[in-house]
């Protein structure tokens, strides 16, 4: 990888060109498993039209309610973002027609957005802590989606699906502080890590529960920003790096061409990796916005601001220090933090006795690879926190050696059971038997005489291989100090 | 048999709860009413079984609440289950909800059955009842010696013609900008709009969702006060319904208005009013003095912005509130040959709303677009609020205040035909509703050509009581007893 650090640019015909990046990110509050307005649930997959309320198809005279519990995941995330959280907000009527949008309006937040500045923290290269940079993020407010048209169903029909429709999403703005694909990947994952932390939205960018706009331009260094261009619902950490990577360049070529960036929406095409123009500034709807006159402002008192705020679990930076302070390394820190479900697994290992720095080393090297080759996420992964610390502690107390415990995991994996029973049941405990081992090493050394003449003629360096040839003889399970300790004595 | 569609619904309870006549005599006489009523075009929809069974439910016991027995219209901007609720539009032609909205329902968990749905403007935009897809309600009204066919008012005028004409006893209305109170006015009957949130807008077609209010239309102050107490009440599913208790404004009715006082507007003296009507004011004035009450005179100083601010404000909302009528769902779908899905809403929309409600949303599209948002909606939302401050100012110094509900008696049918003159039948009414205020007309008197007119009260938020209460000294005295000779 390049040096993170070095800005990225683009090298054009005409010189350097550097990429401004905004996103604006739609996370679904999957949290609630009720719309935004609605009781309608929101199970994903669910059959078409099975999840829509007379509210969401926008029967005449109904109206909407909010629903207290999106909101209250929608502070607690802004609270994560270390964002102001505004007591008062209001809700405004973006109005459109559409066939996915049955009310012809979305209700959202333009005037008075519920969250307004925050910022996120990320490390560009995530095994380097220098390359920490803090983006901005404008505001966050809460909205209604969209149902979804189906135009496969009918050759000259196409149907409507309102199962998405109403259903509650968080809309994160950020500051157009991203330079470079690789700092809005590493921005995404980070805002995904947080509000999977969080627990407001599970982040799940298959099924669409978040999904970002890429706005994208170019300038040159230290000129003013460029114009700008947005790609819709991107959806994987991936694209919205393929998308800025191809925007920035179309954008070089264009405006070296002596062309202008037009003001527009364009779309991702994952297959040919390419955007292409979905429609310009000129049709750009006039929305209209208005305040909402079916809902009250909305208002927030002390008590519930308070409850947001305990309610808010230790979020990934600060459990990265909390590691760091444990002794862990920073890479192991950040690696055992980025997902949530790896930073529990780890405090449960934690809690369950395990020694910091060993338990970080041991996941991060031998969990991490056994997962790998299982093809398994570490929310099903086959050992417990608790047999995993009960694994380290007999490596700690010199039970078994390191070796061994390779050995003894693997075990664990095929079979289940504990590793205090592997080492009874197989006879893996490690020996400091002083008799035993020194019969072994009588045995090779003389089956050796050769390399003990050598040894003894200064080749130190041979020293290694009888060690290791005791320990094979004594099948992994002599205390490698002790190994140590007596042929030093037998030969020095 | 006495005739039973003359009685009140007090007389109607209170001769049912005696045993006087049974509910099912009560609901046939409206029934046979109602259908011999066609000439006057009220109703669109008649549900003479749903009255019967409402009637079988009072008689044999099984219901007991305070409207048992009572049957009622229904204007069809409610939404009514498994009958059809049009809003008086094409668009909505032949939609039958599966929900009943909460303001009918509470009036059939009070024991009211439903006559049927009431002819209105469409989609409550008018003040004729001349917008109406099923064409317009006739007034039972008709000027002294002349054929000439009246409007009753509207938006709620087929509401207003059913009372005037005893085809129903009570029925809802809904009032946006005096949709219920000058069609009262017009002929001759009493009509409450309460405070903004105290009766359910779920379940009712939206025109405008921050003035939109339900209210009843009925014979008397006291029949108002005996619906509307089961017409209100907090509902989970209105987040701008108020959450407080219903009052007993029946039984606390009074005509005594002892330490009252009654504020007189004097923005409210119009030159271009009939003198005939300035001096129904100055009357009822006396007829408040003589009820105990003082009058003020009070300052509403931005009065004359109100008709300017509500033609920005209800407009604009209801643009938007009119979007979902697109033919994707429910009510009409016109697709041309070979159109895509912009003909379809060009061709629905253009086919299912009628001329004013499309001047409507093409004012309220205007005024919410970019580059004027500003200049009207965000000045009139300003002014919405000074309007309110007049109010709140003047209620410092007033308990209610009076005024003429309509700047003149009923007109004829198709005499109106610029619609700014049109919208000028609410100039009275429409501040009240910008500041959601509770208001009521009641009759006062006839003018010189004997149509009724009717005096218009305002009170302060949440004082639906001293509304009710000068409305009733208002009735006491000003002994209004003329009806409409059946022509139809």
């Known amino acids: ?492 | 048999m006495t005739d039973l569609t003359a009685k009140t619904i007090a007389e109607l309870r209170d001769g049912f709860r005696a045993r006087d006549f049974t509910a099912r005599e009560i609901a046939e006489s409206y029934n046979a009413a109602v259908a011999a009523s066609k000439a006057l075009n009220a109703y669109t929809v008649e549900t003479p079984d749903d009255a019967l069974a409402a009637a079988e439910a009072a008689d044999s016991g099984k219901s007991t609440g305070p409207l048992a027995g009572i049957p009622l219209g229904i204007k069809d901007l409610f939404a009514t289950k498994g009958v059809d609720t049009t809003a008086g539009s094409h668009i909505l032609q032949g939609f039958k909800p599966v929900y009943e909205s909460t303001v009918t329902a509470n009036l059939r968990k009070a024991g009211a059955g439903m006559l049927g749905k009431l002819n209105m403007d469409e989609f409550a935009m008018g003040s004729s009842n001349e917008t109406s897809t099923y064409g317009p309600v006739l007034s039972p009204w008709r000027r002294r010696d002349s054929n000439v066919g009246l409007t009753p008012g509207g938006s709620s005028g087929g509401s207003a013609a059913a009372v005037a004409a005893r085809i129903a006893p009570g029925v809802t209305g809904t009032d946006t900008g005096g949709s219920i109170r000058q069609p009262a006015a017009f002929t001759g009957i009493c009509g409450i709009k309460p405070t903004y949130g105290r009766c359910s807008r779920w379940g009712i077609v939206s025109f405008a969702s921050s003035l939109d209010q339900a209210g009843p239309m009925a014979k008397t102050v006291r029949d108002c006060a005996i619906l509307l107490e089961a017409m209100a009440g907090f509902d989970p599913k209105d987040s701008t319904s108020l959450d407080l208790p219903v009052p007993q404004w029946e039984a606390n009715l009074s005509s005594n208005l002892k330490g009252k006082r009654v504020g007189i507007p004097k923005e409210y003296r119009i030159d271009s009013v009939p003198a005939e009507i300035n001096a129904l004011w100055d009357q009822g004035i006396e007829w408040l003095k003589h009820a105990g009450a003082t009058p003020v005179e009070i300052s509403l100083p931005h009065t004359k912005y109100a008709l300017p601010t509500y033609y920005i404000i209800a407009p604009a909302e209801a643009s938007s509130n009119l979007a979902r009528y697109d033919g994707v769902r429910y009510g009409l779908r016109d697709v041309p040959e070979g159109g895509n899905l912009d003909a379809m809403y060009a061709r629905t929309r253009a086919d299912g709303f009628g001329a004013e409600v499309k001047r409507r949303i093409m004012i309220g599209t205007y005024v919410l677009s970019a580059g004027f948002y500003d200049a009207y909606f965000t000045k009139a939302q300003r002014v919405r609020g000074l309007i309110k401050d007049d109010f709140r100012k003047a209620f410092e110094h007033c308990d209610v205040i009076l005024t003429p509900t309509a700047p003149s008696a009923a007109f004829g049918i198709g005499e109106t035909t610029d619609p700014l003159a049109m919208y000028l039948n609410d100039v009275f009414a429409v501040p009240a509703s910008l500041a959601g205020l509770p208001a009521m007309s009641v009759p006062g008197g006839l003018d010189g050509q004997g149509l009724p007119l009717g005096l218009h009260l305002i009170g302060n938020e949440l004082d639906e009581q001293t509304v009710l209460n000068a409305g009733l000294a208002i009735e006491e005295r000003a002994g209004f007893t003329a009806k409409p000779d059946k022509w139809w």
């Open chain 1, 1 to 492: 990888m390049a040096d993170a650090s070095a800005p990225y640019r683009i090298k054009g015909e005409t010189g350097e060109w550097e990429v401004v990046i905004g996103l604006e990110v739609h996370a679904q509050i999957t949290a609630s498993k009720a719309k935004l307005f609605s009781g309608a649930a929101t199970a994903f997959g669910a059959e078409p039209n099975t999840q829509v309320s007379l509210v969401d198809a926008a029967m005449p005279g109904m109206l909407p309610v909010p629903n207290k519990e999106c909101i209250r995941q929608a502070v607690r995330t802004g609270m994560a973002l270390d964002a102001q959280i505004n007591k008062w907000s209001r809700f405004d009527r973006k109005n459109y027609f559409y066939a996915d949008l049955p009310q012809g309006y979305q209700i959202s937040q333009l005037y008075h957005p519920l969250v307004g500045e925050g910022e996120v923290e990320i490390l560009i290269d995530e095994k380097d802590e220098s390359t920490a940079k803090t983006i901005g993020i404008e505001r966050i407010h809460v909205e209604q989606d969209a149902g979804k048209l189906m135009h496969d169903q009918h050759p000259t029909m196409s149907y409507v699906d309102l199962n998405r429709c109403g259903v509650a999403l968080m809309e994160i703005v950020s500051r157009p502080d991203m330079r470079s694909p690789a700092e809005a990947g590493a921005y995404l994952k980070k805002l995904r890590a947080i509000l999977r932390y969080v627990g407001s939205c599970d982040g799940n960018m298959e099924e669409g529960s978040m999904r970002a706009d890429v706005n994208v331009s170019v300038r040159k260094p230290g000129d003013e920003f460029g114009t700008r261009t947005e790609t819709k619902n991107v959806n994987s950490v991936r694209f919205v790096m393929a998308v800025v990577e191809h925007e920035a360049r179309r954008q070089v070529e264009l405006l070296e061409e002596g062309g202008q960036v037009a003001q527009e929406t364009r779309l991702f095409d994952p297959d040919k990796g390419v955007t292409r123009a979905l429609r310009s500034k000129e049709d750009a709807h006039d929305y209209r916005y208005f305040p909402d006159p079916d809902l009250l402002p909305l208002e927030l008192d002390d008590a519930f601001v308070e409850e947001c705020r305990a309610s808010l679990p230790e979020l990934p930076d600060a459990k990265r220090k909390r590691f760091e302070g444990l002794g862990i390394t920073p890479y192991n820190a950040s690696v055992l933090t980025a997902e949530v479900e790896t930073a529990r697994w780890f405090d449960a290992l934690l809690e369950a006795g395990a020694e910091p720095k060993q338990a970080a080393n041991w996941v991060v090297a031998e969990l991490f690879g056994a997962l790998n080759r299982l093809g398994k996420d570490i929310a099903d992964c086959p050992v417990s926190p608790a047999q995993a610390a009960e694994l380290l502690k007999l490596v700690a107390d010199g039970t078994i050696s390191g070796t061994i415990a390779k050995q003894v995991f693997e075990i664990m994996l095929e079979t289940g059971e504990g590793a205090g029973q592997i080492v009874e049941s197989r006879g893996l405990k490690q020996t400091s038997d002083t008799g035993a081992i020194d019969a072994e090493i009588e045995k090779i050394l003389a089956a050796n005489a050769d390399k003990v003449a050598e040894y003894k003629s200064g080749k130190q360096q041979l020293f290694g291989f009888f060690v290791g040839q005791t320990m094979k003889a004594m099948q992994g399970k002599a205390n490698p100090g002790v190994v140590n300790e007596r042929l030093r004595a037998k030969l020095d």
